[in-house]
Antibody
Framework: QVQLQESGPGLVKPSETLSLTCAVSGYSISSGYYWGWIRQPPGKGLEWIGSIYHSGTTHYNPSLKSRVTMSVDTSKNQFSLKLTSVSVADTAVYHC????????????????????WGQGTLVTVSS | QTVVTQEPSFSVSPGGTVTLTCGLSSGSVSTSYFPSWYQQTPGQAPRTLIYSTNTPSSGVPDRFSGSILGNKAALTITGAQADDESDYYCMLYMGSGISVFGGGTKLTVL
């Protein structure tokens, strides 16, 4: 079955860049779907960060767009997240997940469900 | 900016029925928002329950169902069990590739 596993540093200093990778097994990223990042600050709710297609097309949460970059490496079957200029407010469990997609006017867009989800990785922003 | 609203908390008796809702700070939720619902227990990844308003994800017990009730999306649990005690999140598709989660509902079964 499809499995996703997040990896990356668990501690990042304020103002630095958070970098995470999500390794996908059981499914080829190149076969379709979007691939997304969702985070959850301790004791709080879920927040969609962004999603990427295997072509490299991205869609980001408008509130994070200026600090987020996502990329995909189809040869390694993984995708990545970079979040710049982090602060303590970026402390959260970061999940990756597969997302449904639809085709319209020559483009694919992410929408609808996230499934499955990675277990998540806690990233703490602290000096 | 549109906010997706959920009840912060709800309680249900074992065997009872509960309906959680997912609304918008401005406007009505319709099937065009492709509501999806997720269950999360502490320390675990979210589990997909319902998508496209009322389609159950694989392996989800049939006591979970989704619908549109009035101007909101709804998740109904019929015959609640102790292990349904979890946080429940809805997510709406806003168009142009943008998805927004609700703040979540903490469901207590007692």
């Amino acid at each position: 079955q499809v499995q996703l596993q997040e990896s990356g540093p668990g501690l990042v200093k304020p103002s630095e860049t958070l970098s995470l990778t999500c390794a996908v097994s059981g499914y080829s990223i190149s076969s379709g779907y979007y691939w997304g990042w969702i985070r959850q600050p301790p004791g709080k709710g879920l927040e969609w960060i962004g999603s990427i297609y295997h072509s490299g097309t991205t869609h980001y949460n408008p509130s994070l767009k200026s600090r987020v970059t996502m990329s995909v490496d189809t040869s390694k079957n993984q995708f990545s997240l970079k979040l710049t200029s982090v602060s303590v407010a970026d402390t959260a469990v970061y999940h990756c997940a597969r997302q449904d997609s639809y085709y319209e006017s020559g483009n694919y867009y992410p929408y609808n469900w996230f499934d499955p989800w990675g277990q998540g990785t806690l990233v703490t922003v602290s000096s | 900016q549109t906010v997706v609203t959920q009840e912060p908390s709800f309680s249900v008796s074992p065997g009872g029925t509960v309906t959680l809702t997912c609304g918008l700070s401005s406007g009505s939720v319709s099937t065009s928002y492709f509501p999806s619902w997720y269950q999360q227990t502490p320390g675990q990844a979210p589990r997909t329950l319902i998508y496209s308003t009322n389609t159950p994800s694989s392996g989800v017990p049939d006591r979970f169902s989704g619908s549109i009730l009035g101007n909101k999306a709804a998740l109904t649990i019929t015959g609640a069990q102790a292990d349904d005690e979890s946080d429940y999140y809805c997510m709406l598709y806003m168009g142009s590739g943008i998805s927004v989660f609700g703040g979540g509902t903490k469901l207590t079964v007692l």
